[in-house]
């Protein structure tokens, strides 16, 4: 499933010429964008002619001109355009032209990231396209939803998620979906004959898994004791996760546990996960580990953080032990 307007569409075969992806979720955009590509391959398996540009590398007007130069042979053109929400209005017009005579071989499809749902009606463009349905609108899931999401992902892949499984997935690794749809095949993959997938085999794909022991080496520095933090991080090592990609989970981890500290007291998790852009089951464990610092022990270990980087990159030091010798100072406190 790629967007309901767009599988639609498809069904019925009623694909528009030209189609805006817009909204905050580039995965799920990413995602629709293969959808279509894969279904104007022609039947003898050629696929289109694909174009892909960004908004500062040619004019709107000479990027839709391209789509009537569409070869008379094989599956016609794919063309894509990046960051169409930088262009200012007047370029614009150039897209209701083409609408009113669109090439005839050729699909296109404009992709904005930064457009948000309410600037559609603000722009005579957006706001046809809206109308005939060629607008989709891709955006972040809640938490709720991504455990739908999950389950339908593995359902496609010949798997049952439970709910329970899904959830446990997203606690171990987060609401980006693109990790979440990595670590869902990892899965798949793990599970073998296995049709349904439970709480327990998330939990076993655990210790193969980069993405859950970076969170399990985040979730040790609230912990008396160095000896999970040493564990994670040989774990992490042992599996070629980057020493430097390391620092920079520790980092954004212990900026998440200060700005948890400075929010208003008392605010709902729905409310925090916003500001944090977290799951609202990752607010929970964040608010158990910020209760074991102080806010200076925090600014503390960031620092020390940023010490280790710069060793990293100035040293002939062993990687590891600088790593080491860092966790071994940043126990809560």
Not at 188 to 216: C, D, M, W
Request: charged share 25%; net charge positive; with cysteine.
């Amino acid at each position: 499933m790629s967007h309901p307007l767009l599988e639609r569409h498809l069904k019925r075969s009623t694909l528009k010429p030209l189609y805006l992806f817009y909204g905050d979720e580039e995965f799920l955009m990413l995602r629709a964008l293969e959808r279509l590509g894969k279904a104007l391959t022609g039947p003898d398996g050629e696929a289109p002619v694909k174009v892909v540009l960004e908004a500062q590398e040619i004019g709107l007007p000479e990027f839709l001109a391209q789509a009537r130069m569409t070869p008379l042979w094989g599956a016609g053109q794919l063309l894509v355009l990046r960051r169409v929400e930088t262009y200012p209005a007047k370029p614009l017009k150039a897209v209701l032209d083409y609408l009113d005579h669109p090439a005839p071989r050729a699909r296109v499809v404009l992709l904005a990231p930064g457009l948000k749902a309410r600037d559609l009606a603000k722009n005579a463009v957006w706001s046809r396209l809206q109308q005939e349905e060629a607008a989709l609108g891709f955006f972040h899931l809640k938490e709720g939803e991504l455990q739908q999401w999950l389950t339908r992902e593995a359902q496609a892949q010949g798997k049952t998620l439970t709910l329970a499984g899904a959830q446990r997935l997203v606690d171990m690794v987060g609401d980006n979906l693109s990790e979440l749809a990595s670590e869902l095949e990892k899965l798949t993959l793990f599970a073998g004959p296995e049709k349904t997938l439970t709480p327990n085999l998330v939990s076993q794909l655990a210790s193969h898994s980069r993405t859950y022991n970076i969170f399990a080496l985040v979730d040790a520095l609230g912990e008396s004791g160095a000896q999970k933090r040493l564990s994670a991080l040989a774990h992490l090592l042992d599996l070629g996760e980057p020493p430097a990609r390391i620092l920079v989970m520790l980092a954004r981890q212990l900026r998440l546990l200060l700005r948890l500290k400075d929010s208003p007291a008392g605010a709902p998790p729905e409310a925090l996960a916003r500001a944090l852009e977290v799951p609202p089951g990752i607010v929970k464990k964040l608010a158990k580990q910020a209760a074991r610092f102080t806010t200076p022990t925090l600014q503390t270990h960031l620092r020390r953080l940023h010490q280790t980087d710069r060793q990293l990159k100035t040293s002939m030091g062993n990687p590891r032990l600088w790593l080491e010798w860092c966790l071994l100072q940043m126990g809560p406190g």
